[in-house]
């Protein structure tokens, strides 16, 4: 069944860059206008007269679909660790650190659609938007030419973080320490929960507070659900460290 999306009609000039987008990405969309959906970013389609989808249907789409590939793959190359570990790796190799960096590599940052605001906030650099739009890329190239050409492209650029977390040399983020703390510690697992949100739909400002062992953390504030959760994270994190090591201090 298709979806309907609205999406941007392709200019001769938008066409020619999108081409040499997909040449370095590796990529071949059947319809252009496809992939420059997904690179139509909230605050872009806001300030156009176009009658057009934003890129979050193909984000959430994107997600799921990375998320089937990396697990199907951790399955058939680990098949002896646990759900716990296969649970670890796999949220280190799709975290937001990992994504944006794939996202950098192909260039997305040079071709995404930005409105005004979000352009002069440096909005081609933030992690959660580069975030964003790869996996609405992954989503689009889905639906544009099946789960299989979406696999292959998922794949071929998920083999280095996923050979950065199993050698352990990657960068871990504060949801994933905080996971571990709380496991080891707990026996249980951090849950986020949004305290409130502000401001109008291109520039939100969240806040989310993390629950752990019936204690309320935070709040962390960022400008997605995804950077107020990490900000969320890092304070339990830090906090609770804190409360290990001078509980363990001589004298206490």
Same mark, same amino acid.
């Given at each position: 069944?298709?979806?309907p999306?609205?999406?941007?009609?392709? $200019?001769?000039?938008?066409? @020619? %860059?999108? !081409?040499?987008? +997909?040449?370095?990405?590796?990529?071949?969309?059947?319809?252009l206008?496809?992939?420059?959906?997904?690179?139509?970013h909230?605050?872009f389609? =806001?300030?156009?007269? #176009?009658?057009?989808?934003n890129?979050?249907?193909?984000?959430?789409l994107?997600?799921?679909?990375?998320?089937?590939?990396v #697990?199907? *793959?951790?399955?058939?190359?680990?098949?002896? @660790?646990?759900?716990g570990?296969?649970a670890r790796?796999?949220?280190?190799?799709?975290? %937001?650190?990992?994504?944006?960096?794939? #996202?950098?590599?192909?260039?997305?940052?040079?071709?995404? =659609?930005?409105?005004?605001?979000?352009?002069?906030?440096?909005?081609?650099?933030?992690? &959660?938007?580069?975030c964003?739009?790869?996996? /609405? !890329?992954?989503?689009?190239? *889905?639906?544009?030419?099946?789960? /299989?050409k /979406?696999?292959?492209?998922v794949?071929?650029?998920?083999? $280095?973080?996923?050979?950065?977390?199993? &050698?352990?040399?990657?960068?871990?983020? *504060?949801?994933? !320490?905080? +996971? %571990?703390?709380?496991?080891?510690?707990f026996?249980?697992?951090?849950?986020?929960?949004?305290? =409130?949100? $502000?401001?109008?739909?291109?520039?939100?400002?969240?806040w989310?507070?993390?629950?752990?062992?019936?204690?309320?953390?935070?709040?962390?504030?960022g400008a997605?659900?995804?950077?107020a959760?990490q900000?969320? /994270?890092r304070? &339990?994190? %830090?906090?609770?460290?804190?409360?290990?090591?001078?509980?363990?201090?001589?004298?206490s």
């Open positions: 069944m298709r979806i999306l609205r999406t941007p009609e392709v $200019s001769r000039a938008r066409r @020619r %860059e999108l !081409l040499l987008f +997909q040449k370095k990405a590796g990529l071949r969309f059947k319809r206008d496809n992939l420059d959906l997904a690179l139509c909230r605050s389609v =806001h300030e156009t007269s #176009a009658d057009i989808n890129n979050e249907t193909l984000e959430f994107g997600d799921s679909v990375i998320g089937m590939v #697990a199907d *793959y951790l399955i058939r190359l680990l098949p002896d @660790r646990s759900e570990d296969l790796i796999k949220a280190h190799v799709v975290s %937001e650190d990992s994504l944006a960096g794939i #996202a950098l590599k192909l260039g997305i940052d040079s071709v995404v =659609h930005l409105g005004r605001g979000e352009e002069a906030s440096g909005g081609r650099k933030k992690k &959660a938007l580069l964003d739009c790869l996996e /609405a !890329l992954v989503g689009a190239l *889905y639906l544009d030419s099946g789960y /299989a /979406a696999a292959d492209f794949l071929k650029n998920m083999n $280095s973080p996923i050979d950065l977390v199993l &050698a352990d040399r990657h960068r871990k983020d *504060y949801k994933t !320490l905080l +996971q %571990e703390l709380v496991q080891k510690r026996r249980g697992y951090p849950k986020y929960v949004l305290n =409130h949100k $502000s401001g109008p739909d291109h520039r939100k400002t969240f989310m507070a993390v629950q752990i062992n019936g204690e309320s953390y935070g709040p962390g504030k997605n659900k995804k950077s959760e900000e969320a /994270a304070l &339990a994190y %830090e906090q609770l460290i804190t409360w290990k090591r001078s509980s363990e201090s001589p004298g």
